[in-house]
T-cell receptor
């Protein structure tokens, strides 16, 4: 089946630094990739949608200059949290879709970001 | 505005019993309704999904019931097992083909007691 690999699985960084999270589709071409954020004991909230070679579309309230998304190929999308602050600490999860008639979204295993 | 409302927030079921989780949506443009299972520290895993052209879909112990007129759908887990203890999320999207992201319910923490 479709597999999405997300790295790192956890990261601790100092306040003010930037962190990059990678999301790769291993066995299919991801037409569209999505980034979600999940706070403890809460639901997943869509942050942004990206299509290969295009600028990402951000959900209302998500700072595009803080959460930089790059979708340079059909198998790789990256999320960079710039100038991270403790309130950015969260569980970040990517998801990929191959589009077409095969409905479905494949999720990565998530990245636990802790900003100290 | 919460577009997908999920209940209950938590649920305790005896082993072998039926677990039932309900969701209601508001956006009539939604056309894809999946259920996800999530364990702590892991990404969500797809359990089963349905489109609005059918009223029920069954896969193993998992069944989705869908009521388009009421804008409601539910997950039934038959013969619930302790290994089913997890958080379950319903979700919906406007594009089953995957062009749009998913809107998730708030989740149900399910505990199956042995």
């Amino acid at each position: 089946g479709a597999v999405v690999s997300q790295h790192p699985s956890w990261v601790i960084c100092k306040s003010g630094t930037s962190v990059k999270i990678e999301c790769r589709s291993l066995d299919f071409q991801a037409t569209t990739m999505f980034w979600y954020r999940q706070f403890p004991k809460q639901s997943l909230m869509l942050m942004a949608t990206s299509n290969e070679g295009s600028k990402a579309t951000y959900e209302q309230g998500v700072e595009k200059d803080k959460f930089l998304i790059n979708h340079a190929s059909l198998t790789l999308s990256t999320l960079t949290v710039t100038s991270a602050h403790p309130e950015d600490s969260s569980f970040y999860i990517c998801s990929a879709s191959s589009g077409g008639t095969n409905y479905g979204y494949t999720f990565g295993s998530g990245t636990r970001l802790t900003v100290v | 505005q919460q577009q997908v409302k999920q209940s209950p927030q938590s649920l305790i079921v005896q082993k072998g019993g039926i677990s039932i989780i309900n969701c209601a949506y508001e956006n009539t443009a939604f056309d894809y309704f999946p259920w996800y299972q999530q364990f702590p520290g892991k990404g969500p895993a797809l359990l089963i999904a349905i489109r609005p052209d059918v009223s029920e879909k069954k896969e193993g112990r998992f069944t989705i019931s869908f009521n388009k007129s009421a804008k409601q759908f539910s997950l039934h887990i038959m013969d619930s097992q302790p290994g089913d203890s997890a958080t379950y999320f319903c979700a919906a999207s406007r594009s089953g083909g995957g062009a749009d992201g998913l809107t998730f319910g708030k989740g149900t923490h399910l505990i199956i007691q042995p």
